[in-house]
């Protein structure tokens, strides 16, 4: 599975980004998928993660606590994609997001759950 993030960028407090994560070799619909980032100097976070739409279930979400209702994972079947849309950013945000499918389906953020891959990741900057 080649996973790519993307929709990342520079942005100033309050501001909001989208971001994308998509896939070749495999239908992320299968699969839980999870968003985590990494900031230099912290351990890796889980930000994100919804099960999988398998026979057209809606998937089960949960957030990051520190998340609190800024941001919105969801699928978009017919692209093979999953956003997470981040809004009211804070500095606090910054670092590199990537995304993947989560092992054995589980979408546990803390302890984060690992991952069976992921992508190169996407960099986030909040900043005045």
């Known amino acids: 599975v080649q996973l790519v993030e993307s929709g990342g960028g520079w942005v100033q407090p309050g501001g909001s980004l989208r971001l994308s994560c998509s896939a070749s070799g495999a239908t992320l619909a299968h699969y839980a998928i999870g968003w985590f980032r990494q900031a230099p100097g912290k351990e890796r976070e889980g930000v994100a993660c919804i099960t999988n739409a398998i026979g057209g279930a809606t998937g089960h979400i949960i957030y990051g606590d520190f998340v609190q209702g800024r941001f919105t994972i969801s699928r978009d079947i017919a692209n093979n994609t999953v956003y997470l849309q981040m809004d009211s950013l804070e500095p606090e945000d910054t670092g590199v997001y990537h995304c993947?499918?989560?092992?054995?389906?589980?979408?546990?953020?803390?302890?984060?759950?690992?991952?069976?891959?992921w992508g190169q990741g996407t960099q986030v900057t909040v900043s005045s």
């Open positions: 993947g499918p989560t092992r054995l389906g589980l979408c546990i953020l803390k302890p984060l759950v690992p991952f069976n891959s």
